[in-house]
């Protein structure tokens, strides 16, 4: 009882904990809805190829995010696999950000050639278009903020790392205090013990 608690660091990953599951959710299902819409529209493979890619690639960065929150760490010498799925989870977001980017180009090239082909016709295809372009700019957005993200929590890493001295001060520090409160309780004692023993003398 009374003994301070230990130190701790806290990494900046706060923007991704409390968004990456809730994107993740809203890209799936709005992968799955507008597959539907636009299989049949005349969209290539190679955009659906990138959409499902993005898809993949934008789950599997943000499951190993979230495995690699050491929210509050002390010692940062013993994180052990965290720092690997961070950089897992920032590798996989970059390639999403560039097949986004890709997608994105794929899916206006199809809006053109689709307008068109039906032009004639005094038909839009233009709407199925659009969400596929939303959902991958979505995915763009969201992967480059990962990325931030992740970045941030291996600089911190290696901060800590290249200086290991200053993540164990603050355990050093909270040791000293509990040895000079240890002190003190045991000179009350002996004092207490010494005030007992004059009494003992006086009354006798």
Not at 14 to 41: D, M, Q
Not at 57 to 74: D, E, M, W, Y
Not at 76 to 86: D, N, V
Request: hydrophobic share 45%; with cysteine.
């Amino acid at each position: 009882i009374g003994k301070p608690m230990a130190r701790a660091t806290k990494i900046p990953v706060a923007a991704e904990s409390l968004t990456g599951g809730f994107l993740a959710a809203i890209g799936i299902l709005g992968t799955g809805a507008i597959l539907v819409l636009l299989v049949p529209k005349g969209i290539s493979g190679t955009s659906l190829g990138l959409v499902c890619l993005c898809l993949v690639l934008g789950v599997f960065s943000t499951v190993c995010g979230c495995l690699s929150f050491p929210l509050c760490r002390s010692d940062y010498a013993r994180l052990g696999w965290y720092p690997r799925l961070t950089l897992a989870s920032g590798l996989l977001a970059t390639c999403c950000f560039c097949l986004s980017g890709a997608g994105i180009v794929a899916v206006m090239f199809d809006w053109v050639l689709c307008d068109q082909s039906i032009r004639e016709l005094g038909k839009d295809c233009g709407f199925p278009f659009i969400l596929l372009g939303s959902f991958l700019l979505f995915e763009l957005v969201f992967s480059l903020v990962h990325m931030a993200a992740q970045l941030a929590v291996l600089f911190r890493i290696v901060k800590h790392s290249a200086c290991p001295g200053e993540a164990g001060a603050g355990q050093e520090a909270d040791k000293e205090e509990d040895g000079k409160e240890d002190d003190g309780a045991d000179l009350d004692q002996d004092e207490g013990e010494a005030d007992e023993a004059c009494s003992e003398a006086g009354s006798s």
